[in-house]
């Protein structure tokens, strides 16, 4: 079975900086793609940042220029560096990732179980 636990959230002023952690664990051939999502409470879950097999990335609207994305393989592990942090980014932060079991079978899709931030003076 394959686990995501996530950590690095709490509660930070406006303007500070955070860095949320996520790492994979149990039976992992490889993993082709993460990415953070996040919720505001009330509204729908949504992209934040992601990163492909090749190291792409792609980040939400509202958090270009502010957040960073990075991934280390050999600790099967994303990171989400966030600075400049506003109060509209509270909320429960969420790690994704496609992992395939085996070689040369599909990648499934894994969720941790979030992480709080809470941006406030």
């Known amino acids: 079975q394959v686990q995501l636990l996530e950590s690095g959230g709490g509660l930070v002023q406006p303007g500070g900086s955070l860095r949320l952690s996520c790492e994979a664990s149990?039976?992992?051939?490889?993993?082709?793609?993460w990415g953070w999502y996040f919720q505001a409470p009330g509204n729908a879950r949504e992209m934040v940042a992601v990163?492909?097999?090749?190291?792409?990335?792609r980040y939400g609207y509202s958090v270009k220029g502010r957040f960073t994305i990075s991934r280390d393989r050999a600790k099967n592990a994303v990171y989400l560096q966030m600075n400049s942090l506003r109060p509209e980014d509270t909320g429960v932060y969420y790690c994704?990732?496609?992992?395939?079991?085996?070689?040369?079978?599909?990648?499934?899709?894994?969720w941790g179980q979030g992480t709080q931030v809470t941006v406030s003076s």
């Open positions: 149990g039976r992992i051939s490889s993993i082709a793609g």
């Open positions: 994704n990732a496609q992992i395939r079991q085996r070689a040369f079978t599909p990648a499934d899709e894994y």
């Open positions: 990163i492909t097999s090749t190291d792409l990335t």
